[in-house]
T-cell receptor, first 114, second 110 residues
């Protein structure tokens, strides 16, 4: 069974631009969550989707948004990029409603904002 | 909000040594997971362990939910065990939010 797939692996953008990252969960998994990892702040929860509905959101500005499609694939979008948005963005999927099954992570998208 | 603290922050071991990593959390949680992040950034789920003890090869984990801590044991360490170990807790706050500890950075010397 294929794992969680994130695309692209690497991305370089300029301040003020926007970016869209994609995540395909493990087949059969319906929950997708997103995380930002930086050296200073560690791993931080961005948001979580289940059955196309955002169920929870972390403490990030409105420039960070996401969505989930009917096939459980998810995208996250960051608008008006800032230098501080440079980070490793990780997506995870789990089988059911969150809290009752383990998280499985993709390899991440490394975003550099110049 | 809930606080998750991991100790030690850094650990250097000689290959073959054993170690114990600790994760303390400040409030009740619905579940707890341990992850290993390898030097290439990949996060691997080691244990899903809201309570009790589990073993997987040279690794085992114990969570005592009533006392709000979890332990990860690594026996006969190998150089491939190097990386960062994270614990993460989840709480139902009307939707699940995952909170990660800062991690324990492990280096195993050959």
């Amino acid at each position: 069974k294929a794992g969680v797939t994130q695309t692209p692996r690497y991305l370089i953008k300029t301040r003020g631009q926007q970016v869209t990252l994609s995540c395909s969960p493990i087949s059969g998994h319906r929950s997708v969550s997103w995380y930002q990892q930086t050296p200073g702040q560690g791993l931080q929860f961005l948001f979580e989707y289940f059955s196309e509905t955002q169920r929870n959101k972390g403490n990030f500005p409105g420039r960070f948004s996401g969505r989930q499609f009917s096939n459980s694939r998810s995208e996250m979008n960051v608008s008006t990029l800032e230098l501080g948005d440079s980070a490793l963005y990780l997506c995870a999927s789990s089988l059911g409603i969150r809290g009752d099954s383990p998280l499985h992570f993709g390899n991440g998208t490394r975003l550099t904002v110049t | 909000g809930i606080q998750v603290e991991q100790s030690p922050p850094d650990l250097i071991l000689q290959e073959g040594a054993n170690s114990t990593l600790r994760c303390n959390f400040s409030d009740s949680v619905n579940n707890l997971q341990w992850f290993h992040q390898n030097p290439w950034g990949q996060l691997i789920n080691l244990f899903y362990i809201p309570s009790g003890t589990k073993q997987n090869g040279r690794l085992s984990a114990t969570t005592v939910a009533t006392e709000r801590y979890s332990l990860l044991y690594i026996s006969s360490s190998q150089t491939t065990d190097s990386g960062v170990y994270f614990c993460a807790v989840e709480r139902d706050t009307g939707g699940f939010k995952t909170i990660f500890g800062a991690g324990t950075r492990l280096f195993v010397k050959a």
